[in-house]
């Protein structure tokens, strides 16, 4: 089988990272502006709700080019990388998987350069068969066309695959509408957004940890 898993909030705890990222910003924002912090938040949502709903709100390019700041997108980041967290059990999760002879592939929403250095922060790179960004897509995972790539490439059916994702309203329900299998994770993965997780769509299994994910793998698997 193809198990396709996102990295924010499944794999990786970004929640504290990304905090120290949104600050890394607003005080640039008050250097450069001679502003409040309070109105250089202001600044900085008022172009993440333009944003909202399409690929762009992912990209922190867009907000330092927006915002005339250059490359602190790219400092802020690099700056704060100690403060990822790798999910209890994610590389025990992605070795057991590799070991039962499955393709892993890491489907992100996030910009290329994002998820390089999240995924060499701790190694996890070596795991997969295929990582894509929405560099590489073209669009994020609300999109049938961005699992319709996967398909593609990996030139197998829907049914060969299973999508682990925390958010139900992108991977969960598009994969789910293209006939793959799908595990919920209730996770959140940023303190700014809280998951609007009311969307009308029904994953096929509902976990908490990577261990269950993985229970419940075998057991999609004893069906195929």
């Known amino acids: 089988m193809n198990i396709v898993v996102d990295c924010d909030g499944v794999l990786i705890n970004n929640v504290r990272f ?9 005080r640039r924002i008050m250097e450069k502006y001679g502003v409040s912090k309070e109105r250089a938040k202001e600044m900085f949502w ?35 990388l100690k403060y990822l967290k790798l999910v209890k059990g994610a590389k025990d ?11 892993l592939i890491l489907a992100s929403d996030a910009i290329k350069p994002v998820v390089e250095w999240k995924l ?4 996890l790179e070596k ?32 049914k060969n695959f299973v999508v682990i994702d925390n958010r139900l309203d992108r991977g969960i329900k598009t ?18 957004l809280y998951l609007r997780d009311k969307e009308d769509v029904e994953p096929d299994f509902s976990v908490k940890t990577l261990g269950q994910a993985y229970e419940k793998i075998k057991e999609i698997e004893t069906r195929v």
């Open 127 to 158: 795991y997969f068969d295929l990582i894509l960004s929405q560099d590489d897509t073209g669009c994020i995972k609300s999109e049938e066309k961005y699992f319709k790539q996967i398909l593609n490439k990996l030139k197998e059916p829907a």
């Open 175 to 192: 994969a789910k509408k293209l006939g793959m299998k799908t595990i919920y994770i209730k996770r959140r993965e940023h303190s700014h």
């Open 93 to 103: 999760f992605l070795s057991k998987v590799k070991g039962d002879g499955h393709r």
């Open 46 to 80: 008022k172009i993440g709700k333009k944003l909202e709903g399409r690929k762009e709100w992912h990209d922190w390019r867009i907000y330092s080019e927006e915002l005339k700041l250059g490359d602190a997108w790219k400092e802020a980041h690099l700056a704060n």
């Open 18 to 26: 990304e905090d120290k990222v949104l600050d890394f910003l607003f």
């Open 120 to 123: 060499n922060r701790f190694g």
